[in-house]
């Protein structure tokens, strides 16, 4: 599978203006392939999030074209926008963000549901999500039932639901034990595998080893990047 999903062109991120402008991205050209996980590592500040937000259309860039299957999110219509976001992109947040007046299935059908499927499409959806994540038994089950590990499978489940192909995820194993935070990342990389493409951010060399490459962000810049069988980089970092 070599097919791009997403793409960065000359990605810019600068906040402010004149001689007190921040640029928390500079330059930043990014490719993920279909059934690729790209992690994504740097220090606090390096500006990890920013990209991520960026790459999900959830933030414009200064400068630069973010191209999500072929369309260029600059061209999109505030509407258009939107629906690409639902039908094509998945985010897993380190807090989970489920809602937690709603039932596990209602958390991973939501989106479909607001994007105008059908219920009992929606809900066969979602039941295969879940199920696919290890939650059968739990579809009837509310967020403040389940154990932190669950909650974060329902989440991943969510950002799967209805196909879609680009998958990122913010820190996603932060607020779970370092056992449940394996499991949840060995689901992502199921995703992946399946056809899907992905962007991890985190700062664990451990998780990043679930990619198929990683990428080293300084200072709002990309300034290395390696395959995965490069033990030798995980352990001591990019090049300086």
Request: glycine fraction near 10%.
């Amino acid at each position: 599978m070599t097919e791009e999903v997403l793409r960065l062109v000359g990605v810019t991120q600068q906040y402010g203006h004149g001689a007190t402008a921040v640029s928390a991205l500079s330059g930043v050209d990014l490719d993920v392939r279909r059934g690729e996980l790209v992690a994504v590592m740097g220090a606090s500040g390096s500006g990890k999030s920013t990209l991520l937000s960026i790459a999900g259309g959830l933030a414009k860039p200064t400068t630069g074209e973010v191209i999500i299957e072929g369309a260029y999110l600059s061209e999109q219509s505030p509407a258009r926008l939107a629906q690409l976001r639902r039908r094509s992109l998945g985010f897993v947040f380190q807090d989970f963000n489920l809602i937690p007046t709603l039932t596990a299935m209602e958390n991973v059908t939501l989106p479909l549901e607001l994007d105008g499927f059908r219920s009992r499409v929606a809900h066969r959806a979602g039941r295969d999500a879940l199920d696919s994540v290890g939650l059968a038994d739990k579809h009837d089950s509310y967020p403040d039932d389940l154990s932190g590990g669950q909650q974060q499978r329902v989440a991943i489940a969510r950002a799967v639901v209805g196909g879609r192909r680009l998958i990122l995820a913010d820190e996603p194993t932060g607020a779970l034990d370092s056992a449940t935070g394996e499991l949840v990342l060995k689901m992502l990389r199921a995703r992946i595998d399946a056809g899907a493409a992905g962007i991890l951010v985190t700062h664990e060399a451990r998780h990043a080893a679930f990619a198929d490459r990683i990428v080293f962000l300084r200072d709002g810049r990309i300034v290395d990047q390696t395959r995965r069988d490069d033990a030798d980089v995980l352990l001591t970092g990019p090049a300086r």
